[in-house]
């Protein structure tokens, strides 16, 4: 078995490899120049900060289903240990476990290969237990900060959340540029809102996980065009789940990540932002998302910041 | 034993408790207001982005003198995994374990209690192996992105890092804010760097650990005088190590979390940042710096970025 | 609010400490001597030997319900490493991440206290997060070896499993007991089958983890009488739960751990044992039931073996 | 690069491949018969035990040397957490991070591969991120309990311990069956002693760790020959390390584990087992040294204990 003609006609269109030479391991984040950064820092209005994040917790996201990915296990290993001697500062340090595509996360460009291929070209098998990602691991993005743009679909179709059939669409993302006032362009990283999370900060997690609205396969081939650095959404999933295509699952992930170089951003907590750019009418920010640099990371969890 | 009066004539200068309110967790961070901002964003001017934390693997910062502060171990929990089915997309996925401390990191206020306290009073009892930080754990901190100054002190002093045994005084940060030719002000966040990290990365972790330079115990007055955010610098103890008044152990941690409310962030890698700052003569920037918000945390990685 | 009268007359009556001095840290352990397992090799009749544990992995016993104790998460960290070069010998390596109490285990000693003690009087403030307990932790136990005695109390009433509501009795107890054909003596391990390991084997963890049937608060006293030096069970939480007494949780517990200073143990699968005891008629065996020494653990995974 | 002929020779003549049918996953294990153990239990004199385990702690036996065999990570969840109100039984609960190779431990069989097999004839490819040993992961053990013999090999040379360069030959072994008197059969788990374990007694695991006495590649043959059941001793490589043959790394860790089927078993601490076999001149005990049975597991920490 493998992938169908209407997956490699799109990835043929899409294909980035080469484009930034055949040592390449960041794909589109090369489309942030310093001027598009420049730029998206005298973009900046209010000073306002928006937080993207979910608290990382158990009894988080995860329901069990995805095997390893497990919640953040938080632990003190030290409680007010006085160090030093009875008298002195305590201290108190703490650690963790956790999947690094546990809560709001990117994935990292070798998240997942397709035909025994990662972004641009390399070997499927360069990821190992050893070291991880040997090609593209998170590491490798040196920093995210970039213009951002809330591509609020939800709103823009007029209601609280999508259905959880609901494949978004470029129509979709053009009515919600509308809606945005602003034109998506190079180096951009575009925030597209569904209202899915709403489920699980209600606190169904399951419910939340699928049936999931999400990217339509035909997508990729928008981003592309507008040559985005990045994308992410508030769903588990990211794309829609189950497929629009049936048996060819996670279609848009291999686009992204293994024909663009495209990083791309789960169970972003796009709720807040969408309240504050609702009462200016303002969609575009300052976002910074920088990656934890694991070395060799396919993932990555990341505490995103919208400046307005 | 307790604490000497030395150290309660600064405690009771410098502190913050009730500034903000009885019921205030985040300290100084409230400094960071929209103004400071849109102020910092207004100041950048190349776009030009540096990124400041050492990568996350084994063989990082630790040398097993802290018990349970672990470098991270990650591990692939996936491998080119085709979950749906022979010919399918296939997945990596990774988790980790480590300490929250263990790397480039900010201390979150409850990192340390004297006298049984917390900042803002709080009980330090109220830190439990159940759900950590009760009261300021760092998921109560909503963003950091703030106007950012790097403070040179090795380069203001003519050497490529400072000795071992040097107390960093308000002299030495006055000299490297001249050299820096901007004011430290209310809601800055300050980056003091030492040189100390060049040790770690010509590879001896356990030279950079100590004997090391640092803040002095005289310095969070003038942090407190100039109303400052955060400080961050490029040393694993933060402070002078061994201390500068004997048995008196990490003062200034205590003075910084415990009686200012203020995040301190240790093994900040400072070195390309001073090269880019040296090049243009200016030591300001947008910075992010967002932590991971592990609820009750008493600490958490951050991947900090300094837009010039 | 306090533990009821009904916990102290019963705690009164089976309490333990000073029993083997002030500075006994194993409690009814002492009770196994060179004699008793001795004799328990005698008896091995056929060399026949039943494994007793739960396979340790993700999708094990934990429904979430208990904060923190996660089950296994098994990780490779080398996948056929060739260390010293291609062609070499290739290395398999893993790690894992659990509960000490996820799966099969022991509660050691210090797993719960009471009324602000341990067994023998230790403060319960003597449990740490820098090292865990300090006194009676399950490193300080030397071996467990022992007779061991099945009391198949669902045969003995002449059922599959008990009910969710079952009390087990001392009249339960000696109803197994004379079906097993021996008298339960001085440094014997006792092993309670309910049956109720028969809903996880079955794939519901959630109904296998309550109602439950379970140790009455009642038995302490038996077990006490007759010098038991350790008892398990094939239940998740040992005693009947939802409990006996309204608001009086783990009585047993408190009454076996800190009391008594009696190991317990839980998650037992006792299902293959009761048949082959069931098939011969002796419910005796050489029993190896050996904690795995964590330096201040209060509980430990558990491979135990019957050998017939 | 591949093996060399030496490696060849002796690989042709230990080969236990089908020996116990094609779907064989416990090699050597299957020479512990149930007349084994029942002979091994009618040798028991005294009923002392001796336990073989180091403690599980930070600051074990690891160096770094190993990427990803971490030393245990002990953490407590909750600490005197009064869970069902205040007043109520307080519980302790904790959890740990480690390597299953990083104390004392079994190697299971598929712990090494060469030439692209593992244990009859498996595929080295079998071994997986996602679910670890597919064929001979540990949990499919059943049981280890047999006849233990101690070889003393120090003892019978007349040392305190082997020196580093110390290859133990079959000649070695011999002469401390001779010691030990008592011939080793078919399913014996035999103890080699060295003393090396003494350098990280006294606190020194560089020391320990290499360079290391061990057995020689000539001894597969030896144990081959007896049909031994597993072999374990007391130092962290097993066999002697550097290599007797330069270039040909962990030969024995092959010949034993892919070619014979045989576990093997490292850190085990033997000295107060040398004492009591010493004062007795009695080297035979019923030896228990169960495996946790880590679904997948390639490795598995092990507490035996020699019943003598």
């Keep these: 078995m493998s992938l169908p003609d209407a997956f490699h006609e799109?990835?043929?269109r899409v294909n980035n490899w080469g484009r930034w030479g055949p040592?390449?391991?960041?794909?589109?984040?090369?489309?942030?120049?310093?001027?598009?950064?420049?730029?998206?820092?005298?973009?900046?209005?209010?000073?306002?900060?928006?937080p993207l994040a979910l608290p990382l917790r158990q009894g988080g996201v995860q329901t069990g289903m995805i095997p390893g990915r497990v919640d953040p296990l938080h632990v003190m290993v030290q409680i007010n240990q006085e160090i030093f001697g009875p008298g002195t500062v305590a201290c108190n340090d703490?650690?963790?476990?956790?999947?690094?595509?546990?809560?709001?996360?990117w994935d990292a460009l070798p998240h997942v290969s397709h035909s025994g291929r990662l972004y641009n070209g390399r070997p499927a098998g360069s990821v190992t237990a050893h070291g991880g990602a040997e090609f593209s691991g998170i590491e490798?993005?040196?920093?995210?900060?970039?213009?951002?743009?809330?591509?609020?679909?939800?709103?823009?179709?007029?209601?609280?959340?999508l259905a959880g059939g609901h494949a978004v669409t470029p129509e979709d993302l053009e009515a919600a540029e509308e809606l945005a006032g602003t034109r998506?362009?190079?180096?951009?990283?575009?925030l597209v809102r569904t209202g899915q999370i709403q489920l699980l900060l209600a606190g169904d997690r399951?419910?939340?996980?699928?049936?999931?609205?999400g990217l339509s396969i035909h997508t990729p081939r928008w981003f592309h065009a507008r040559d985005v650095a990045a994308v992410a959404n508030d769903t588990l999933t990211f794309e829609i789940f189950?497929?629009?295509?049936?048996?060819?699952?996670?279609?848009?992930?291999?686009?992204?990540?293994?024909?663009?170089?495209?990083?791309?951003?789960?169970?972003?907590?796009?709720?807040?932002?969408?309240?504050?750019?609702?009462?200016?009418g303002r969609y575009e920010m300052l976002l910074t998302a920088m990656p934890e640099p694991f070395t060799g990371g396919t993932g990555t969890p990341v505490a995103p910041v919208a400046v307005l």
């Design 10 to 12: 799109i990835a043929e």
């Design 23 to 50: 040592d390449d391991e960041i794909g589109t984040l090369n489309l942030i120049t310093d001027t598009v950064v420049r730029e998206a820092a005298a973009g900046v209005r209010t000073g306002r900060r928006v």
């Design 94 to 105: 703490d650690a963790v476990t956790m999947g690094l595509q546990a809560g709001t996360h």
């Design 140 to 161: 490798k993005v040196r920093t995210i900060v970039s213009r951002g743009v809330l591509l609020d679909v939800a709103r823009a179709r007029g209601v609280e959340r």
């Design 184 to 190: 998506v362009r190079a180096g951009d990283i575009v």
């Design 206 to 213: 399951h419910a939340y996980s699928h049936p999931s609205p």
């Design 242 to 280: 189950p497929p629009e295509i049936e048996d060819l699952w996670l279609p848009v992930h291999a686009l992204h990540l293994v024909e663009m170089g495209m990083l791309q951003g789960q169970n972003w907590n796009l709720e807040e932002l969408s309240t504050a750019c609702g009462e200016t």
